[in-house]
């Protein structure tokens, strides 16, 4: 099998768009129907979990967004941590 059914590759090596684009080629493999079987059950277990490490970057993202400090006027001064209590 190639790359995209080794489920035992290092998927959190991956950035945010390596892994869509490895996700995206194996939604088009499982929907043109060309995979047996068996090896569409370990593209669709590869897949779940190139989805669960796209969603972790996406979270990761938006709370690097929402713990951007401004200042009175709204311009960005700086960062928070996400789990700090005090505010702006």
Do not use: W
């Not at 290092?10 to 499982?30: G, N, P």
């Not at 079987?37 to 669960?52: H, K, P, T």
């Amino acid at each position: 099998m190639g790359n995209t059914t080794d489920i035992s590759g290092d998927i959190t090596s991956l950035s945010f768009e390596d892994a869509l684009r490895a996700l995206e080629e194996i939604v088009r493999k499982l929907e043109s129907g060309e995979a047996p079987l068996d090896e569409s059950i370990d593209l669709y277990a590869r897949g779940d979990a190139l989805r669960a490490h796209c969603q972790a970057r996406l979270d990761a993202a938006q709370t690097r967004i929402e713990a951007i400090v401004a200042d009175r006027d709204g311009k960005p001064t700086g960062v928070r941590p996400f789990d700090d209590a005090g505010g702006a």
